[in-house]
């Protein structure tokens, strides 16, 4: 390091050593800075990327779920089908959390299958309901 009290240096080369040195400081802080909120971005776009296809699959499927465990007891075919239903959905839901397993389209016929199953199953449940209320 230069000695600022140096006799031989002149106040251009202290200037110019200075402003390399906050040149320096601010490149990183930047990057850094940049960097962070770069990572923060990209969080929350996956955040609501991931919330957005599945979150409605999950109230519902849940609220069903409750709903009748409440309501009214199935008979064992419709609840083994609910059961097996839970373990796929509970297998894929693990697999969307794992980071780079599917792409966004692999994830979006996934959810989509998983939806459409739900409905089925729904469709059942609710047949079940009725019929057992006009018995």
Known sequence: MDDIFDDN?????????DAK?????RFKDGFREGWESSEQDAFESGFIRGYS???SLVYDYNYEKERLR???PLNLLLRKEIQ???NEF???????????EL???????????LRIQF???LLKIKFELTSIKSV
């Open 9 to 17: 240096g002149d106040d251009l080369t202290i200037a110019h050593h």
């Open 103 to 113: 792409n966004e389209e692999q994830q979006n016929e996934t959810i989509t299958r």
């Open 70 to 72: 409440l309501e009214n």
């Open 119 to 121: 409905d089925d199953i």
């Open 84 to 86: 097996e239903f839970d």
């Open 21 to 25: 040195i906050i040149q320096t400081t």
């Open 53 to 55: 296809l599945i979150s």
């Open 90 to 100: 509970q297998s894929t839901i693990a697999q969307l959390k794992l980071p780079d």
